[in-house]
């Protein structure tokens, strides 16, 4: 069954602390991994794009990287706002009737940071 | 640009009523889908369009009818509201259905059910 598993559930740190989440799938065939960034009453917004061939993608702080030879991504940040509070969704794109993608979502990582 | 426009934000319905979830993207995508968010659960596909006139059931449709008459509008209707719909709905609008493309999502409608 294609899944996406992520860790930690929640997370507090206090802010300019450094920061990774996890995210393990089982989704196949893979197309491409995203991290989308979630605002407490809010959409999520897109983070990062991996495809299989990508191992790492930045946008300013956030830093993903991918090994899809295990199926594992995280998502690094480095000096926490208090605006990085939100969640963190993994989500796995795969190929579904061979023309279509389909998306994957985690239950998420709710991160807090803390003054 | 506006991106995509959900309306309403919140709304309260009773058992057995029903309505008309709206949803519209100004980017001209081609691709446009319903999404459920509930406690605990990742975003859960319900209904999914990849072209005005074409249309298709997703993980949990039940319960949800939707249309699309032009690239820009995508309405979910919830037909006899239960209270398992209460629910967080997203919309969510891409070029291309998960190609490596980024897809743009609403604000969320917050649907209580009672």
């Known amino acids: 069954k294609n899944q996406v598993e992520q860790s930690p559930q929640s997370l507090i740190i206090l802010e300019g602390k450094n920061c990774t989440l996890q995210c393990n799938y089982t989704v196949s065939p893979f197309s491409n991994l995203r991290w989308y960034k979630q605002d407490t009453g809010r959409g999520p917004v897109s983070l990062t794009i991996?495809?299989?061939?990508?191992n790492t993608k930045s946008n300013g702080r956030y830093t993903a990287t991918l090994d899809a030879d295990t199926k594992q991504s995280s998502l690094h940040i480095t000096a926490s706002q208090l605006s990085d509070s939100a969640s963190y969704i993994c989500?796995?794109?795969?190929?579904?009737?061979?023309?279509?993608?389909?998306?994957?979502f985690g239950k998420g990582t709710k991160l807090s940071v803390k003054p | 640009n506006a991106g995509v426009t959900q309306t309403p934000k919140f709304q309260v319905l009773k058992t057995g009523q029903s309505m008309t979830l709206q949803c519209a993207q100004d980017?001209?995508?081609?691709?446009m889908s319903w999404y459920r968010q509930d406690p605990g659960m990742g975003l859960r596909l319900i209904h999914y369009s990849v072209g005005a006139g074409i249309t298709d059931q997703g993980e949990v449709p039940n319960g949800y009818n939707v249309s699309r008459s032009t690239t820009e509008d995508f309405p979910l209707r919830l037909l006899s509201a239960a209270p398992s719909q209460t629910s967080v709905y997203f919309c969510a609008s891409s070029w291309i259905p998960g190609g490596d493309t980024e897809a743009f999502f609403g604000q969320g409608t917050r649907l209580t059910v009672v």
């Open positions: 991996m495809t299989f061939s990508e």
């Open positions: 989500v796995v794109s795969w190929n579904y009737g061979g023309s279509q993608g389909n998306l994957i």
């Open positions: 980017m001209n995508h081609e691709y």
